[in-house]
Structure formats: C-alpha cells, structure tokens
C-alpha cells in the first residue's frame, strides 16, 4: 500500500558530506526549520496582502512623458493658469435640433454649473457660458464662440480643468465622467480629452487582465501539473509566486507614499512573478528528482539541489535584477517603477524558491517532490535522449546551422529598420471603443480647439504698446507657418498670418463685443501664453517638422514648447540619450556576472550576442505586425497607426531579455557542470541540452500560456507587450537554444573555456558542484524510479 505524506518532520541532522558552501549551509538551515520557515512565508503573505490591498487606488497612469523637459516645463506653467493649456476634459454635447434653442441652451447651462461646481474641478469653459472657475460670479453669458460649436450647429463643446495632481485628476475624472455622459433632457454628452482616454484605457486594461486570469488559470494549472507531475509538487510555484507578487504589491504601495508609482508596473507584477517562480521551482525540483534517482538520501539530494539548481537560480536573479536597474537611468515614472516592480520580483521569487521548495521537501517529506505520475513518460523520453541526439545532428554541421539559424534571425529583424517612433494615443483603444470616435468627431468638428503647440514665453508679458505689438508680430508670423490652423493668444486670434479678432477675457470685460476666440487667460504670472491649433495629427512627421519649424521663428523673448508632439519628442531625445548608458548597465552586468559563473571570457560574450540578436529578431518582427499591420488575423485587431510607442520595445526588452538569460543560464550551468566532468565540450553540449531542454522548454509553455492569454487583451500597447515577448520567448526554445547555441560551442571548441591568466588568478574558484553518488541506506522502487 503507498505510504501516506510525511507531514512536517524536523530534520535535526542533515547529511553535511560534501555540502560545503553559503547555499548549502541555506539549505541545512532550512530544512532543520522547515516549520518555522513555512510559517513564516504564510505571515509574509499574509501581511503584505494586508498593507498592499489598497494599491491600485494609489498607483496612477501616467508616467509616460519625460521629467525636467521644456515641453514639462510648459505643462507646469501652464497649470498656473485656470483656463491654461489643453483641457483634458470635453464633452460633446449633442442635440437632435440646434444647440442654441431654449431646451438645449438651459440643459448645457445645468450641466456646466453641475461641472464647476465639483470638488477638482478649476474651471469650466463652454459653448453657452464662457469660461467659468467654481468661485466665478454668474455674469451675463458672452456672444456664443463659434469655434466651441459643430459646424452643423447641432454638437457644442464643455472643457474642463482639474487640479494639477495626477492622482486626483483621475479621482476627479471618474466621477465626472459617470455623471456628465447621462443624458440630461435633448443633450447627449460624450467624454473626449486625455483623462477620458485614460479612464477608458485603465476600464479596458482591469477588464482584460480579468479575461486573462479567467483563460490562463485553468490551462496553467494543467501544465504545472504535467511539468511537476503531482498536484502538490505543482503547488509549489504557486507558494514561490504568492510570495514574490504579494511582496512586491506592498513595496510598491510603500513606495507611492514618496513618489508616483505607475499602474502598468503592478499590471506586469503577476506575469512576471509567476513566470519566474515555475522557473526557479522547477530548475529545484527537477534536480531534487535527479539526485534522488541516482541514489542520494533525501536530505542529501535536497542539499546538493540547492547548491546547483540553487546557484542557478541566484545567478539568474542577480543577473535579471541587474539589467533591470539599467530603467533607472530613464527619467520617466513608468521606467523607474517597472524596474522597481522588476527588481522586487524578482529577488523574492529567487529568495522564496530558495527557502520555501527545500522546506516544503523536508516539512511534507520526499515523496511531495517523488510523486510523479508521468515519471515513467519522463524516463522513458530521457532515455531515447531526443535532446542529446539533436545536439550531436547540430554539432555536425555546425557552420551550415550556424549561418542558417542566424540568416532567419536577420530576417526577422529587417523590418526593425523601418521603425518610426510615437506614443499611445487613443488609438491604442479598441476601435468601437466610444472615447475613440468622440476623439474623431472632436478633431472633425472642432479642428481649431485642439491645442497642437502651446509657445511659452517664460517671465514675459506684453506689457505697454511696444509689448503689444512685438507680440502680435509673433503671432502674425507663427499662424502663418503651413499646418497651422489658428492661433490664440493675449492679442487676439489668427490665422493664415492675419488677426481675426481680439479675445474675450471674461473676468475684465463682462460684456465683450466682437468674436470670441476661446475665452482663455494667455498671460499668467510666469509669462505668456500662445495656443496654436495645428492641422498635421500630433507625432506625425509633418506634425514634427511644424513644431520644428515654430521653435526655429524668433520672438519676442526666448521661447519654449510644450504640447503632445513636444513631449514626444522631448521624451524620445531622453530616451535616446540615456538609452545608451542603459544597455551598458545590462551588457556590464550581464558579462561579470557570468564571468564569475562560467569562469570563461567567451561564454559570456556569446550569451550576450546571441541574445541580442534573437531581440532584435523579435523586434523585427513586432514592426511587422504592430506597425505595418500584419497578421491580424491571427493576433487579433488593432488600430494600425503606422508607428510603434516609443515604450513599446524598451519594455518588452527588459522582459524578453529577463527570461532569454534566465534559459541561457540554466543551459550554460548543465554544459559548463557537464565539461568539467568530461572535459569534452561537444559530449558536454549535448548532455547539458538534454538535461536544460526539458525545462526550459517546459517553462517557456507555461509563460506562452499566461502571455498568449494576455495577448487576447484590446489595449493595443498590452497586446504588443505580450505577442512581443511571446515571440521571444518562441524564439528561444525552438531556435536559439537548441540550435544555435550547440553550433557556437562547437565551433568555439577550446575558445569556450579559455581565460586570461590575470583573470583566472582574481576570480573566486569555482564550487565543487559533483554530485556525492552515494545511495541511500533505504531507498524505494518508487523514489528510484522517479525522474525529471
């Protein structure tokens, strides 16, 4: 009869033959306090769940645009000012008649003094009342602006300003929007603006991480369990992965107390910290089970696992943790919480594979991790040596593999040439999305009301009559530039060179005559205010080369430019200046890191090439789809704008490049641990492939699965992320690791393991990592038949 799970036994002496070294003494320790340090783990989720369950209401979405920029410069500026600047709030109040009839007139009128009146709220402009703040007296309403009304007469425009506080901007927001957009009497309103698109984009992201959970769930738990062959061996990484997520949710919400957090880093969290806790699992496990086959003691076996697999693991970390601190360097919100997010992660899924699985081994007994219902598949697929029998096909043409695999990864990133940069607009929504076609209507019907340039003349104003005139020179010479609509500003409104009429500034002439032209403020204590309405679509190149042009035409006083064109490129100069810094952190960090591994000059320089390549592929063939529009059919749709968001491929790098190095590891571990057994490096490429292959290519079925589900999502930059990686990830199992790697090792031959003399003398000597192959005094058929 099978003997029931040992449960929780301390284990007071552990086998200390041949298990020297800090993870060994780990792993004693751990075993000798599997109770306390399962406790322990279950308090820490606990807690952290606890302090963490308020996050998402502190985390925000921006994060996207570049700190300490002239275009950021322009929007703080212009937040001094109450009706300063794009409003990111507007509603389009539709009628079936006229908006200028009685009914129509007093339901817009309700609803702007419902709107100005609402706590965030800093004013209010609109068709029917003219700019308003919560505090404003309710004067005579000026002459109707024509440019707040459709050219059909039947749609006018409501803008609103909130408080500069991104936070309390989508609080704001969110209530607002579920209050305006009922429909009050003949008007129907719908929301347009950047916290619209926001609101929307955060409605669809929750919805669809939702819809993943729902289809990831139960085909991962599936896989988990076909990979760790019992239900609870498969529990395990689900117990690393609590642990790494919950953990990392509750330094996130600490960190929100001292600066912005963005939401798209908790929205990465799950994946990531499940993705590395089946990794780091299984790489344990798997070699519990193989020392355990082999006829070391139960004890023995976990000791030795830790201090290989283990070491593995601790590299890996180290290794994913570094490259990810290279998102330090760029001053953008989103990169420095993804690299918190990251760094978090990452750590405790390695600490917690490192305490949690030899505890759960010692506390459960040996039979948690023996239990094996495919063991006998797995014997029998490890027998046949399908890995190992790959390797040697590939070994013996290693130059045709090498120029074959490598001309299809070329290939592939051909299309990365034609890449032209942007950022996510309302496009990034579904196309039946109604914020999208309210942006289409906006930019249809009211052309000249979005502000395509803000120009900023920082601490000048046109004082006196020389003042007057110097800026309406400016003005004059500005609106005459190709692609500009219309310019507003202190000395009236303009277009194609020439004035059209002054502005109405309510709060000094409550009873203005002639046209009104927006009935904003332009001049504010920090200077002076010129809005231009630009025809070209923001981050096109026409668009760029107008904002080009402006900042080129002398003015009045030095000027700035603010603006989502400007921002984008403020944000991509940045980018690209620190991009560079960035990936020599990854490229340093990466290089010393396995020259301490592998104690060899060569492999991780191979590493590093070959996994850039394999990206670039992959990026290749994200501008294939994302950009030029292909394949949709089979990645779902999505609006094709005929660029990429700029934080598009820097994402999915330090993802893709994550679970790349942790597969590369793993495999350089099992040939480097091979070689220096065989001193053979074509015998120890093939049996380190067939001993990595199975769990690499079992942990990158499981990712696939989460990322794939992901995938499914109608925010276009999640679904880019995911098919991104996805493809990577791809890549990786089927060509880079079994076919281009054994060809490079083969052809480097004696070059794999060369190291310079100077070197070989400072670095640390390897452990001695040989398995003690002694049996157990009591083994039985099932333990010794168990497998990886």
Not at 351 to 371: H, M, W
Not at 738 to 762: D, F
């Amino acid at each position: 009869m099978e003997e029931p799970l040992v449960m929780c036994e301390q284990s007071q002496h552990p086998d200390r033959a041949h298990t020297p070294g800090p993870l060994a003494a780990l792993a004693r320790w751990t075993v000798r306090r599997n109770r306390l340090v399962l406790a322990a783990a279950a308090l820490f989720v606990a807690i952290a769940g606890f302090l963490s369950s308020d996050v998402s209401a502190h985390l925000g979405a921006g994060g996207w645009i570049a700190e300490d920029t002239p275009s950021a410069r322009v929007r703080s500026m212009l937040g001094e000012a109450p009706h300063g600047g794009m409003p990111p709030l507007l509603f389009l109040a539709r009628t079936t008649n006229s908006v200028d009839d009685a009914p129509a007139r007093a339901a817009g009128i309700r609803l702007v003094e419902d709107l100005r009146h609402e706590a965030g709220v800093t004013a209010v402009d609109s068709y029917w009342t003219g700019p308003l703040s919560p505090a404003t007296e309710v004067l005579p309403a000026p002459p109707p602006d024509p440019l707040l009304r459709s050219t059909d007469g039947r749609t006018a425009l409501v803008a609103l300003w909130f408080e500069a506080d991104e936070r309390t901007q989508l609080d704001v927001a969110e209530r607002v929007l579920a209050r305006a957009t009922e429909r009050d009497g003949p008007l129907e309103t719908r929301a347009a603006g950047q916290a619209a698109v926001t609101r929307a984009l955060q409605l669809h992201s929750e919805q669809d991480l939702l819809r993943t959970e729902l289809l990831a769930m139960p085909a991962t738990l599936v896989l988990l369990l076909l990979v760790f062959g019992s239900v609870p061996a498969a529990l395990l990484p689900l117990a690393v992965g609590a642990v790494a997520v919950t953990g990392t949710t509750a330094i996130l919400r600490a960190i929100t107390t001292v600066t912005p957090v963005s939401a798209f880093a908790l929205s990465l969290t799950t994946a990531v910290g499940l993705a590395l806790a089946v990794d780091y699992s299984l790489f344990i496990v798997a070699r519990y089970r193989e020392e355990r086959a082999s006829g070391l003691s139960h004890d023995r076996a976990l000791i030795h696992a830790i201090r290989t697999a283990g070491r593995t693991v601790a590299v890996s970390a180290g290794i994913v943790a570094a490259a990810l601190l290279g998102l330090l360097l760029f001053p953008l919100t989103l990169m420095r919480s993804l690299a918190i997010a990251g760094i978090s992660v990452v750590l405790l899924a390695a600490v917690a594979s490192l305490l949690i699985i030899p505890a759960a081994l010692a506390c459960f007994g040996e039979r948690l991790a023996s239990r094996d219902v495919l063991a006998r598949w797995r014997r029998a697929a490890r027998s046949a040596g399908r890995w190992r029998a790959l390797a040697t096909v590939v070994m013996r043409r290693p130059l045709a593999v090498f120029t074959l695999t490598s001309a299809l990864l070329l290939l592939l990133a051909l299309p990365f040439r034609d890449v032209a940069f942007s950022l996510s607009d309302e496009r990034a929504l579904p196309p039946h999305s109604p914020v999208v076609r309210a942006m289409h209507d906006l930019r249809t019907d009211f052309p000249q009301v979005g502000t395509g340039v803000d120009v900023v003349l920082p601490d000048w104003h046109p004082t006196g009559r020389d003042g007057a005139a110097r800026l309406d020179a400016y003005a004059r010479q500005l609106s005459g530039l190709p692609g500009v609509q219309g310019l507003r500003t202190a000395t009236g409104t303009y277009l194609n060179g020439e004035p059209l009429g002054p502005v109405c500034v309510r709060s000094s002439d409550p009873a203005p005559k002639g046209p009104c032209t927006g009935l904003r403020q332009f001049t504010f204590p920090s200077g002076t205010w010129l809005a231009i309405s630009s025809k070209p679509r923001p981050y096109s190149p026409q668009g760029i080369d107008l904002l080009q042009s402006i900042r080129a035409q002398p003015g009045p006083a030095p000027a700035i430019t603010g603006g989502v064109t400007a921002e984008f490129l403020d944000t991509r100069t940045v980018v690209f200046q620190r991009l560079p810094g960035g990936l020599a952190a990854v490229a340093l960090a990466t290089l010393a890191l396995l020259l301490v591994f592998t104690r060899s000059l060569f492999l991780p320089v191979k590493a590093l090439l070959i996994n850039l390549l394999s990206l670039t592929a992959t990026f290749g063939a994200m501008i294939f789809i994302f950009q030029q529009g292909h394949l949709r059919w089979l990645v779902g749709d999505f609006t094709v704008t005929g660029t990429t968001d700029l934080m598009l491929p820097l994402i999915a790098f330090f993802l893709a490049f994550g679970l790349s190095m942790d597969y590369e590891i793993l495999l350089l571990a099992r040939i480097t641990e091979a070689y220096h057994r065989t001193r053979d490096t074509t015998r120890a490429t093939a049996e380190g492939l067939q001993a990595a292959a199975p769990l690499f290519t079992a942990s990158a079925a499981v990712v696939l699965v989460v990322l794939l589900a992901l995938a499914v999502t109608e925010v276009a930059m999640m679904k880019g992320i995911a098919v991104t990686v996805a493809l990577s990830v791809i890549l990786d199992a089927v060509v880079i690791r079994p076919l281009l790697v054994p060809a490079v090792m083969k052809l480097a031959g004696a070059a794999n393991w060369w190291l310079p003399a100077p070197l070989r003398l400072r670095l640390p000597h390897p452990p001695d990592l040989s398995s003690p192959r002694h049996p157990a005094t009591s083994v039985t058929a099932a333990d010794t038949s168990a497998s990886t």
